[in-house]
């Protein structure tokens, strides 16, 4: 599932820099981004074309589905795996790339033959025995194992990857963290169904997207079983253990699965009357919830400090409140559901997000939405530091969580609220969930549904919150 449009999934690296402010001649540009040789038309491209990580995904096939079977240590921090990757090609194909960082790869296969391997950076090129022709759907296995990477971000201090905790541990994927624990095609364009199968000691939970459909315990392991049906970009994905407690409960239909780690025993049961209030309310304003299931992960983490919106369960790094419960709801419709085609489109996913908090805040009893939009404009609501650094539609890979992503981003999307009116608003929100559910969305396309509903061109509001450098 990829939603790239295919004449930019290609070479795109224009931004690469050598060092910063060294910008490598076009021609040299070509043969170092498209290393595998794209353009003799059978190498799938080493990159899916993204303006801030040109190196992440990759080109040449779509991927449907991740069979992941993961073996878990948590004495030792290793890791013994075996990816099933399903994928359509793309074009013909005699060489393609998945993404993966570090570990040690054991085995390769593909529709099970051999397959050659080669390793550049986090490139890993598979080779198969027989050319694939365009339109073929495949199967690679990759058989791989070791201590997976804590990597950390652009930003210089997060962590993300596969985070090592005191008892346990977190895979964390936004944006680049997924290739630490899994090969495949790290681009939140390439949208894929997952199964994930965790086996740990008994005693330890391992919780992943979607549903548990089985928990098996043989000798002194556990295996559980995760079966994640939609769509999810590969930063959504996840793996937490640890010794959780685990509360489960409905959301109407929907099964609702909160672990919770024993340093904080009043979240369980805090979370399960607030997320299916929370899901409740964010249904009736975006439209029915795109998942067939939810929950939560409540860690203790000393060493991560964000909550991150994983699919159907979006992970806290110790009990969070209300409003942090409510942004993660809100990414299930914004980022999850309707993922940026590009991390350049980050401001669609977070700035929902934030805007779903000062609804919420509203109709909570505390500040109208109005009044908080009046004291991130002034300053004097203390989150608003640094929304205006620079335009929220061109964050740098350094940016992309920083507050104009969100805080001036909710701006914008009140501002276009005023500008059109509640119903309008409302009827685009709906709308661009509607379009986009289980698939991608971008900066232009938002802007071509809110223009086409308002029924006038709305350059001057997006020149303003979006583009323009400042406080407008
Ligand atoms: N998307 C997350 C949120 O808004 C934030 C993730 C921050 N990640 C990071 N690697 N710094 O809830
Ligand atoms: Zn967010």
């Avoid at 086996?199 to 043989?218: D, F, H, W």
């Avoid at 009357?273 to 029915?288: C, E, Q, T, V, Y």
């Avoid at 119903?423 to 685009?428: E, S």
């Avoid at 969305?441 to 029924?455: K, P, S, W």
Wanted: hydrophobic fraction near 35%.
């Amino acid at each position: 599932m990829t939603g790239i449009p295919r004449s930019s999934a290609r070479c795109a690296a224009p931004r690469r820099r050598l060092r910063r402010g060294v910008l490598l001649p076009a021609a040299l540009m070509l043969v170092t981004s498209c290393s595998t040789g794209s353009d003799s038309g059978k190498a799938g491209a080493d990159g899916a074309g993204d303006p801030l990580f040109p190196r992440l995904g990759n080109g040449g096939y779509d991927v449907q589905h991740y069979g992941l079977t993961l073996d878990y240590e948590p004495e030792g921090n290793r890791l013994h795996a075996t990816a099933v990757i399903t994928a359509r090609a793309t074009q013909d194909l005699d060489a393609f790339n998945l993404d993966l960082k570090g570990m040690k790869v054991r085995d390769a296969r593909v529709d099970g033959k051999p397959a050659g391997t080669a390793r550049k950076g986090t490139e890993l090129t598979v080779t198969p025995g027989t050319a694939l022709d365009k339109g073929r759907e495949f199967q690679t296995v990759v058989v791989y194992e070791g201590v997976p990477k804590e990597i950390t971000d652009a930003d210089g201090e997060s962590l993300e990857g596969w985070v090592e905790t005191d008892s346990g541990a977190a895979a964390l994927g936004e944006p680049t963290g997924s290739m630490a624990w899994f090969p495949g095609n790290h681009h939140p364009s390439d949208k894929a169904a997952y199964d994930i199968e965790v086996t740990v000691p008994k005693g330890y939970t391992a919780v992943a997207n979607g549903e548990l459909k089985r928990k098996e315990v043989r000798g002194d392991r556990a295996t559980f079983s995760w079966h994640n049906p939609e769509p999810m970009a590969s930063y959504l994905a996840s793996v937490v253990v640890n010794e959780f407690e685990v509360t489960t409960t409905k959301a109407g239909d929907l099964p609702v699965y909160i672990a919770t780690h024993p340093e904080e025993p009043a979240a369980g049961p805090r979370m399960a009357k607030l997320l299916p209030r929370a899901i409740d309310w964010a249904s009736g304003l975006f439209g029915p919830y795109p998942f067939s299931s939810a929950g939560a992960v409540v860690d203790h983490n000393e060493y991560v400090d964000y909550a991150l919106e994983t699919q159907t369960k979006p992970y806290f790094d110790e009990a969070p409140t209300d409003a942090i419960v409510v942004h993660e709801v809100a990414h299930q419709w914004f980022g999850n559901s309707v993922t940026p085609r590009t991390w350049r489109d980050m401001w669609l996913s977070e700035s929902f997000a934030q805007y779903a908090e000062w609804m919420w805040e509203e109709k909570e009893g505390g500040r109208p939405v109005q009044r908080i939009f009046d004291d991130f404009y002034s300053g004097k609501d203390p989150e608003s530091s640094g929304i205006w650094a620079f335009p929220p539609g061109d964050p740098t890979p350094e940016t992309i969580f920083d507050p104009p992503v969100y805080g001036r981003g909710a701006m914008l999307l009140h501002e276009l609220r005023r500008g059109v009116g509640d119903g309008v608003f409302f009827a685009i929100v709906r709308k661009w969930v509607a379009d986009h559910r289980h698939g991608n969305g971008d900066t232009a396309e938002f802007v071509a549904l809110c223009e086409e509903r308002a029924g006038r061109s709305l350059k001057p509001l997006f020149d303003k919150w979006l583009w323009g450098e400042g406080r407008p």
